[in-house]
């Protein structure tokens, strides 16, 4: 029996394997911004990475979609997570200009905890032990891995943790949304309010970027749009709580694109850590499968 009223067992393990999709696009998506926060504005990198979603939801929604974004009753629920998420990024990509990318999304990863207790009294979700298993072994892999010990206080650590914190409610409201709405009218409510907000700040903050910069743009544009996509019907279909403990495998990702975009080696640790992530990825996969066996 699910931990969800609604939600099979087979479409939880759906889930899992949309979040982990989901998250390798999302660590590609960060990569680039860290390599473009370097020389571009943060607003100005949301904004293109708005224009490129807005523009990709209009294409298929068309005439559809655009009905439904006047008609939904949860206008006021769906612009305030637009809202929170704004923030979050604008934190985290802010903080990503000094912070290594293992420590940053170290930092970052204590999103996964606070969804996983928040669930049980917002969304009513029973959190078994399997999950809190997992959830433990993830986060263990990641202590591991970044080193956290090599991560000093600074304004760039609390911007990041107060990111994660503010992550974690808007996927809290994500869940509560997708019970009644459409992962396109998501993604379309929250990046039209990037684009008029961001928009309006780049117009007075413009850096003309380099022909590479723009190649890097309409990447993050692309596979934020897609990474967003497949992380809303991923949560449609599983619990918070399972899709916070995906959330990790998305650290494996960030380790390979920092050796392979910065020269940035693994350490032993770093092995041994990822090496956790794997298995509480594929511990949670199995437990779920055995719930529906």
């Not at 504005?41 to 939801?57: D, N």
């Not at 403990?245 to 494996?252: D, K």
């Amino acid at each position: 029996m699910s931990a969800i009223p609604g939600v099979g067992t087979d479409r939880v393990v759906t889930g899992i394997g949309l979040g982990m999709l989901a998250y390798s696009l999302f660590a590609t998506h960060d990569a680039a911004n860290k390599y473009l926060a370097a020389s571009l504005p943060v607003w100005q990198v949301l904004f293109f990475r708005s224009v490129t979603i807005v523009t990709g939801a209009l294409v298929f929604g068309r005439g559809k979609l655009l009905a439904r974004v006047v008609e939904t009753p949860l206008k006021l629920q769906l612009l305030g997570r637009g809202a929170l998420t704004l923030l979050a990024w604008l934190l985290y990509y802010t903080a990503s200009r000094e912070l290594p990318l293992a420590q940053l999304m170290t930092l970052y990863f204590s999103s996964p905890i606070i969804v996983a207790v928040l669930a049980i009294p917002i969304l009513g979700e029973r959190v078994n032990a399997a999950r809190w298993v997992a959830l433990g072994l993830g986060f263990t892999g990641v202590l591991l891995a970044s080193d956290p010990l090599g991560v000093h206080a600074s304004l760039a650590t609390a911007l990041v943790l107060a990111a994660a914190v503010l992550w974690a409610i808007a996927i809290l409201l994500m869940r509560l949304i997708a019970r009644r709405e459409s992962s396109l009218v998501q993604i379309f409510y929250q990046n039209a309010l990037f684009l008029v907000l961001t928009g309006s700040v780049t117009f007075f903050l413009w850096t003309p970027p380099t022909p590479l910069e723009f190649a890097l743009l309409a990447l993050i544009g692309v596979f934020g749009g897609a990474g967003q996509f497949i992380l809303f019907e991923g949560v449609r279909l599983a619990p918070a709580s399972v899709m916070s403990t995906v959330e990790y495998t998305g650290l494996i990702w960030a380790f390979l694109l920092g050796y392979l975009v910065w020269g940035d080696i693994p350490s032993p640790a770093t092995w041994l850590g990822a090496g956790l992530i794997f298995t509480s990825g594929l511990f949670l996969l199995a437990m779920e499968r055995r719930r529906r066996a």
